[in-house]
């Protein structure tokens, strides 16, 4: 296996992308007066899981920026945490257990946070592939607002993801390559992405030791 390491440029185009994010979920969040100040929940117990390669190399860029001891707690209490969603998974029960980077209520890797973390709460929309459309209501402080002002969910303002998730996934070929529909589907949460170390990919066959090119 051969780790995949993002590079500086698509690093920064991953960094515009998220911007773009940010800046949608704001506008979206201001229109319908909701923020995350006071809430008496969090949302980073909730059991999220990520599907890019892109995203796993960025988490990693960030991690690599700790020092080592740091490196290890964070790593020990992912451990920990696959263990609580195992738990209860086995039970039939979605996981809910506190992301572990999180420390006195801030992310260990806020710059390095990945999408789902930066566009969950607010009322969202996603056309697939297929054509069909996905709804994503928001938090359930954001769904509390929209019932309180909207006769329909479906007026209230929404982030349309689409066209974001469509850069993504043109960072995403870019970043892997041609063959990326002959890799495994990455469906990881956070705590199994730096468990599992960084992305890689299965080594060339041509480029294994003891193997040399057919010219």
Not at 52 to 67: H, I, P, S
Not at 100 to 124: K, N
Not at 138 to 143: D, E, L, M, S, T
Not at 198 to 209: D, E
């Amino acid at each position: 296996m051969t780790e995949v390491v993002l590079s500086d440029e698509l690093s920064e185009e991953l960094r515009k992308i998220y911007e773009n994010m940010e800046s949608d979920y704001n506008e979206v969040a201001q229109s319908l007066t909701f923020s995350c100040d006071g809430c008496s929940d969090n949302c980073c117990d909730s059991y999220f899981l990520h599907h890019t390669y892109t995203e796993w190399a960025y988490l990693w860029r960030g991690f690599r920026k700790l020092d080592d001891s740091r490196q290890q707690e964070l790593i020990q209490r992912s451990k920990q945490y696959i263990v609580a969603c195992e738990e209860a998974e086995s039970k039939g029960e979605r996981p809910q257990v506190m992301c572990p980077l999180l420390d006195d209520g801030r992310c260990s890797l806020y710059t390095h946070r990945l999408m789902v973390c930066r566009t969950h709460g607010v009322p969202a929309a996603m056309r697939r592939p297929d054509g069909k459309v996905l709804h994503f209501p928001g938090c359930f402080r954001c769904q509390a607002i929209v019932k309180k002002n909207f006769p329909d969910d479906s007026q209230a303002p929404q982030v349309e993801r689409t066209p974001l998730l469509q850069r993504l996934v043109g960072v995403e070929r870019e970043f892997i390559g041609e063959k990326l529909h002959l890799y495994p589907r990455v469906k990881l949460t956070i705590a199994q992405m730096l468990v599992n170390g960084p992305p890689s990919i299965p080594t060339a066959h041509c480029s294994r030791p003891g193997k040399q090119n057919n010219v």
